[in-house]
């Protein structure tokens, strides 16, 4: 989805964004579905990826509306469109639009396709559900969102677990070549969890010396990624930070389960079939 979304010309951090609402989105709809309530968890998925297209044009309240038309244009089915339409805030009724500055209609999701989306929106940030209630507290938008909250749960059975793993990851260069090894999800560069107390940057050295038995030199932090997965029936949001480290040898000694490794240039690591993750670093290498 992330093409689709790029080429409506939706910002990378709301693509982001949507992503993980999409992940959230998805794991409550397999848990509803479970327990014997009929979701059509593909709608939920690709309602939760475009949920924030109409950010493409504009950042207001709005943005819900607009996108919704971007999609009828396009010709996405009205399913679609009506979950772009009613993720905002707890969903607006249609009394309620004009005081928005929103033209009158009902934008309250009243499907439970739309009630998962909007929910899963409000879920990505921890603090989202108290600034929408603040931000509305003069309006029927509270008491939604604690009832939606409430109707969720209840149709889950329980409420999902979250964690946060903070991980680090080497961007190992020598010459013109990049390090990469291979294990279960494919290429990738060398990454693990921060251990408790350790500096992000001295965690990634002692990565590349831990699976080359090679030495490397930071240089700088290229970047961080943020992904939300679902682990063993547990929501992670797998926070990474990435770092570009010069290599003093290429003698390699793998260790760390990986089974293999290659030193490629910049064309050919983007040919490679990464991890996820790791496609995600290629993304914003711009080696000097």
């Not at 009243?110 to 559900?129: M, N, P, W, Y």
Request: proline letters at 3%.
């Amino acid at each position: 989805m992330r093409p689709a979304l790029e080429k409506f010309g939706v910002p990378s951090g709301t693509i982001s964004h949507s992503e993980n609402v999409a992940a959230i989105a998805v794991a409550i709809a397999k848990r509803i579905a479970r327990r014997g309530t009929p979701v059509d968890i593909g709608l939920v998925e690709l309602g939760a990826w475009l949920h924030d297209v109409g950010r493409a044009k504009c950042h207001t309240l709005a943005h819900g509306i607009v996108g919704a038309e971007m999609l009828r244009k396009a010709g996405y089915s009205e399913r679609v469109a009506r979950i772009v339409e009613t993720h905002s805030l707890s969903g607006i009724a249609e009394s309620e639009t004009i005081g928005f500055g929103l033209p009158k209609r009902d934008l309250l999701p009243r499907t439970i396709e739309e009630k998962i989306v909007c929910f899963a929106d409000k879920l990505s940030d921890a603090g989202k559900t108290e600034r929408v209630c603040g931000r509305a507290r003069k309006t029927g938008v509270a008491g939604r969102m604690i009832a939606l909250e409430k109707e969720i749960w209840e149709l889950c059975g329980e409420r999902l677990s979250m964690e946060r793993k903070i991980l680090v990851c080497c961007v190992a260069k020598k010459g013109a070549g990049f390090f990469v090894v291979k294990d279960a999800r494919g290429w990738g560069f060398p990454a693990r969890e921060l251990l408790w107390g350790e500096w992000p940057e001295s965690g990634a050295k002692h990565v590349f010396d831990s699976v080359t038995c090679a030495r490397a030199e930071v240089k700088r932090l290229l970047g961080e990624t943020s992904q939300i997965v679902e682990e063993n029936g547990v929501l992670v949001q797998r926070l990474c930070f990435v770092y570009l480290a010069k290599a003093r040898d290429s003698r390699v000694c793998l260790s760390g389960g990986y089974s293999s490794f290659r030193w490629v240039g910049l064309r050919e690591l983007r040919k490679l079939p990464l991890s996820e993750e790791s496609a995600r670093v290629v993304g914003f290498i711009n080696v000097d």
